[in-house]
C-alpha cells in the first residue's frame, strides 16, 4: 500500500522565480491539503482540495496556487518567489468522510524548497 | 479561531521511562478532532493518535496514549516505556469539519531527547 509520495525531495531556486510542487496521495485516498512548515515552526495550511476544487485556504497570498487532477494527484504552485517562501513543503492525503467528524490525513516526506 | 499550545519546547526522558507531553486547545466548536504527529529529523509527519471531541474514552494506539481533559482543554500525549527511537519532534493539532473542509492547525512542537 503507496503512501504519500512527493517531488522533488529538494529544490533550490532564486527569488522572481516559479516553482512547482508534486503530490501523489495514498491509494485510495481523495483530498489533498497542503502545508508550510518554515524552520523551527509547525506547519501552516496553504490549502486543500477534494474533486478537483479548492474547498478550504489558509492565510496565504495569491501568488500560491494548486490543482488535482482526476487521479487524485496535486500540485502546488508558488510565482514570484520570495526568500520567505524557504521552507519544508508538506502535502498530506485523506479519505473525506462526509458524514463523519473528521479523517485523519497521512503526510508525505516533504519537498525542501530554498530560496536564494 | 482555534489554537493549540505546547508550552515545553524540549524535554529529556531515560529510555523504558514514561513520558507526557504536553498540549491545550482553544475552540468554541462543540465539534473537533485532535492529533498528535511524530516529526523525525528526515521531515516526514508521522501520525500517532486521534482523539474526537465526542468520545469518552481516551485513545490508546500500541504504547501511545491521549489523555483528554475537555473540561481543561488539555490534549495531553503520554508515550510509555520510551526508546531511542522515539527522538523526534512531537506536534498537537487540531481539526473541526467547517465549509466542507477539515484544514489542521498545529501547535509549536516539542522536541523529545530518549536518553539511555
Known amino acids: 500500500d503507496a503512501g504519500v509520495t512527493q517531488s522533488p525531495t529538494h529544490l533550490i531556486k532564486t527569488r522572481g522565480q516559479q516553482v512547482t510542487l508534486r503530490c501523489s496521495p495514498k491509494?485510495?485516498?481523495?483530498?489533498v491539503s497542503w502545508y508550510q512548515q518554515a524552520l523551527g515552526q509547525g506547519p501552516q495550511f496553504i490549502f486543500q482540495?477534494?474533486?478537483?476544487?479548492?474547498?478550504q485556504r489558509g492565510n496565504f497570498p495569491d501568488r500560491f496556487s494548486g490543482h488535482q487532477f482526476p487521479n487524485y494527484s496535486s500540485e502546488l504552485n508558488v510565482n514570484a518567489l520570495l526568500l520567505g517562501d524557504s521552507a519544508l513543503y508538506l502535502c498530506?492525503?485523506?479519505?473525506?468522510?462526509?458524514?463523519?467528524?473528521?479523517?485523519?490525513?497521512?503526510f508525505g516526506p516533504g519537498t525542501r524548497l530554498t530560496v536564494l | 479561531a482555534q489554537k493549540i499550545t505546547q508550552t515545553q519546547p524540549g524535554m529529556f526522558v531515560q529510555e523504558k521511562e514514561a513520558v507526557t507531553l504536553d498540549c491545550t486547545y482553544d475552540?468554541?466548536?462543540?465539534?473537533?478532532?485532535l492529533f498528535w504527529y511524530k516529526q523525525p529529523s528526515s521531515g516526514e509527519m508521522i501520525f500517532l493518535i486521534y482523539?474526537?471531541?465526542?468520545?469518552?474514552q481516551n485513545a490508546t494506539e500500541g504504547r501511545y496514549s491521549l489523555n483528554f481533559q475537555k473540561a481543561r482543554k488539555s490534549a495531553n500525549l503520554v508515550i510509555s516505556a520510551s526508546q531511542l527511537g522515539d527522538s523526534a519532534m512531537y506536534f498537537c493539532?487540531?481539526?473541526?469539519?467547517?465549509?466542507?473542509?477539515?484544514?489542521?492547525?498545529f501547535g509549536t512542537g516539542t522536541q523529545l531527547k530518549v536518553e539511555l
Open positions: 491509494s485510495g485516498h481523495d483530498t
Open positions: 482540495y477534494y474533486e478537483e476544487e479548492e474547498r
Open positions: 475552540t468554541s466548536d462543540p465539534s473537533y478532532g
Open positions: 498530506a492525503s485523506s479519505l473525506a468522510q462526509l458524514h463523519e467528524r473528521t479523517d485523519t490525513q497521512y
Open positions: 493539532a487540531m481539526t473541526h469539519p467547517t465549509g466542507g473542509g477539515n484544514k489542521l492547525t
Open positions: 482523539q474526537g471531541s465526542y468520545d469518552q
